[in-house]
């Protein structure tokens, strides 16, 4: 059974950065897709970013494209997200998230996920 465990979540000023942890356990992650979401109040869920444990490719959507970068530690089976240039838009609880197969940008595809870290970002 896939447990995923996010980390590293808080507040930060804008402008400031902010790195979560994945901790994934349970099975070998290879050919799997571990993926970032975030929910703000009243919003959907959202695609952030998403890695593949294979080749190490990435997607992004474009609202963080230059300031998110995604990677993952093979050996500590645990996925980053690097998070600068942080906006007050960018307050959400984060979810970690693993599928496998193929990069999906739809929360609906992934079948495991963390319980979410809070980041706040204040102006």
């Known amino acids: 059974q896939v447990h995923l465990v996010e980390s590293g979540g808080g507040l930060a000023q804008a402008g400031g950065s902010l790195r979560l942890s994945c901790a994934a356990s349970g099975r070998t992650f290879s050919n799997y897709v571990m993926g970032w979401f975030r929910q703000a109040p009243g919003k959907e869920r959202e695609f952030v970013a998403a890695?593949?444990?294979?080749?190490?490719?990435?997607k992004y959507a474009d609202s963080v494209k230059g300031r998110f970068t995604i990677s993952r530690d093979n050996a500590k089976n645990t996925v980053y997200l690097q998070m600068n240039s942080l906006t007050p838009e960018d307050t959400a609880v984060f979810y970690c998230a693993a599928r496998r197969g193929l990069i999906y940008y739809g929360s609906t595809y992934y079948a495991n996920w963390g319980q979410g870290t809070q980041v706040t970002v204040s102006s």
């Open positions: 890695v593949s444990w294979n080749d190490g490719s990435t």
